[in-house]
């Protein structure tokens, strides 16, 4: 979803909110960092070099 497409369904009021509130969220933990890295780095535990096949090749 685009940036004016979330606007449209959303409005500015709220928006501005979100951003207050994710401005006032403290800072998380090293350590919740560090363990949330490697799930971030490869989300389907899938390595780099491993390719998905693409929808229309199966």
Known sequence: MRA???RA???DDVI???RERVATTPE???D???A???IFAR???RRVTERVPAA???
Do not use: F, S
């Open 32 to 34: 919740v960092v560090d």
């Open 9 to 11: 369904l959303l409005g």
């Open 16 to 18: 501005a909110q979100i």
């Open 28 to 30: 998380p933990p090293t």
């Open 56 to 58: 229309d090749a199966a």
């Open 43 to 45: 989300p389907a535990r």
């Open 36 to 38: 949330l890295r490697p």
């Open 4 to 6: 004016a497409e979330r």
